[in-house]
Nanobody, 124 residues
């Protein structure tokens, strides 16, 4: 079992930065790929970024160059650094953990565990 807790969301202005945290308890992240997804009101949950169990990272085109995903193994935490935030980045951000494998990690259905989400609101 893995429990995930997100934190770091808030209300910011366009152009500002935030760093989200996803802390895991129960098992170490070494066995898992950890992804960030977001869901805006009235929209489906969408892939943002993933830190694969082997250290590879992937990003959605909409955040490439602005967001950075990283992992601190000692703290069992995955971070999502978000720069140059835009109003369209407003959403609830969720982290998920998927057991290591060859899944398409852009799909939410392959994740085994999810956190409760943290709200990010970007005002214009």
């Amino acid at each position: 079992q893995v429990q995930l807790v997100e934190s770091g969301g808030g209300l910011v202005q366009a152009g500002d930065s935030l760093r989200l945290s996803c802390e895991a308890t129960g098992r170490t992240f070494g066995y898992y790929s950890v992804g960030w997804f977001r869901q805006a009101p009235g929209k489906e949950r969408e892939f943002v970024a993933v830190f694969r169990w082997n250290g590879d990272t992937y990003y959605a085109d909409s955040v490439k160059g602005r967001f950075t995903i990283s992992r601190d193994g000692a703290k069992n935490t995955v971070y999502l650094g978000m720069n140059t935030l835009r109003p369209e980045d407003t959403a609830v951000y969720y982290c998920g953990a998927a057991l290591k494998g060859l899944q398409d990690l852009r799909l939410g259905s392959v994740y085994n565990y999810w956190g409760q989400g943290t709200q990010v609101t970007v005002s214009s």
